[in-house]
Antibody
């Protein structure tokens, strides 16, 4: 079965950096595009970034562009999110999510990892 | 970051039908066949319930249906059940290689 397991969340001060990881299993990772989606406490979902299956194409949401970087290691089935220049408003649960094979739906989600940006 | 517009809340009694709207623009919902809906229960990850406007993943009851007219997509939950009480989010592809989410609708089963 498809499984996505995030790690790397935690508390960090404003201006700091953090790298999230997502280990994928149960499917052919190199075949699928992958997203990061976040959810601030008590708030709605916000799309963060997407990376194509071959890592040749990436795109970011307006609020993180220039500060966050999405990448992947298809040899190890791992998705990453490098987060720099963190702000208080980046506090959220970050979900690793699989893009469906042919469209724009997110067909599987991880359980999420909490990032707290606070002084 | 632009957000698709959903009503913050909706409600219905068991057995009734409820429709939740998701309004965007011609650059997203109106110009895309890739509208999806997600169900999220408290403290859990979202779950895909509809994709490409009106298609259901395996295992999702046919009580959940979707449609689109112009810049507005809709999710209808028929025969409401207690377990349908959750937050619902729409999403749509937008521009080149971008995804937008709606602000979410809290569905209450009375």
């Amino acid at each position: 079965q498809v499984e996505l397991v995030e790690s790397g969340g935690g508390a960090v001060q404003p201006g700091g950096s953090l790298r999230l990881s997502c280990v994928a299993s149960g499917f052919t990772f190199r075949t699928y595009g992958m997203h990061w989606v976040r959810q601030a406490p008590g708030k709605g979902l916000e799309w963060v970034a997407i990376i194509s299956n071959d890592a040749k194409s990436v795109s970011y949401g307006d609020s993180v562009r220039g500060r966050f970087g999405i990448s992947r290691d298809n040899s190890r089935n791992i998705l990453y999110l490098q987060m720099d220049s963190l702000r208080k408003e980046d506090t959220a649960v970050y979900y690793c999510a699989r893009k469906d094979i042919s469209g724009w739906a997110i067909d599987y989600w991880g359980q999420g990892t909490l990032v707290t940006v606070s002084s | 970051q632009s957000v698709l517009t959903q009503p913050p809340s909706a409600s219905g009694s068991p057995g009734q039908s409820v429709t939740i709207s998701c309004t965007g623009t011609s650059n997203d919902v109106g110009g895309s066949n890739y509208v999806s809906w997600y169900q999220q229960h408290p403290d859990t990850a979202p779950k895909l319930i509809l994709y490409e406007v009106n298609k259901r993943p395996s295992g999702v009851p046919d009580r959940f249906s979707g449609s689109k007219s112009g810049n507005t997509a809709s999710l209808t939950v028929s025969g409401l059940q207690a377990e349908d009480e959750a937050d619902y989010y729409c999403s749509s592809s937008a521009a080149i290689n971008k995804l937008l989410f709606g602000g979410g609708t809290k569905l209450t089963v009375l």
